[in-house]
């Protein structure tokens, strides 16, 4: 067992050295952004730490693919998150009030409420809206990778920071 660790340290210290500046160059290219390439690379290789592949044959194929899907896994959670907050804005109001001065006080309401969700961190943003269109536990958790278990949690603590949004806010006018 020592020997097959110490086999894929080497492994993955050659490994880097050769493709390392590539596949940065390559998640770079992909992503726009430098910071997020590498992440995913850096994701990609703790990846190969914890659950090497079975066969080392061709390790740099593997590792492209593997840092392809973190890039692909983070752009899915944050078209996620996106379409809910976009949805928010498309979304009928409960009562459409005749009365302007009731439309005013109405839209200015859902803009505090906007952004008081702007100011949450993506998670608890995520959390909080997915709860609102009743998504379960599992999807949530499955969303924000986490454990089912932990979302309620999660959920009553985005649930504080946002009321804490909403009173800092309404003290502010």
């Given at each position: ?32 952004d430098s910071d997020s390439a590498a992440d995913a690379a850096q994701e990609a290789y703790t990846r190969m730490l914890a ?42 109001s409960a009562s459409s009030p005749s009365d302007p001065h009731d439309q005013l006080e109405q839209n200015e309401r859902r ?63």
């Amino acid at each position: 067992m020592a020997g097959t660790m110490r086999l894929y340290a080497v492994d993955l210290n050659s490994l880097y050295s050769e493709h390392n500046e590539a596949l940065l160059r390559y998640l770079t290219r992909l992503t726009g952004d430098s910071d997020s390439a590498a992440d995913a690379a850096q994701e990609a290789y703790t990846r190969m730490l914890a659950n090497p592949p079975a066969r080392d044959d061709n390790l740099r194929a593997w590792l492209y693919t593997v840092a392809t899907n973190v890039v692909r896994d983070g752009w899915k959670k944050q078209q996620t998150a996106l379409r809910l907050v976009q949805n928010q804005d498309r979304l009928p109001s409960a009562s459409s009030p005749s009365d302007p001065h009731d439309q005013l006080e109405q839209n200015e309401r859902r803009n505090v409420v906007r952004r008081a969700l702007g100011r949450l961190s993506e998670r608890d943003r995520t959390v909080l809206l997915m709860r609102e269109e009743g998504f379960s536990h599992k999807e949530i958790a499955a969303a924000v990778d986490t454990t089912t278990k932990s979302v309620g949690t999660i959920i009553a603590r985005a649930l504080r920071k946002f009321a804490a949004e909403i009173n800092t806010m309404g003290t502010q006018t």
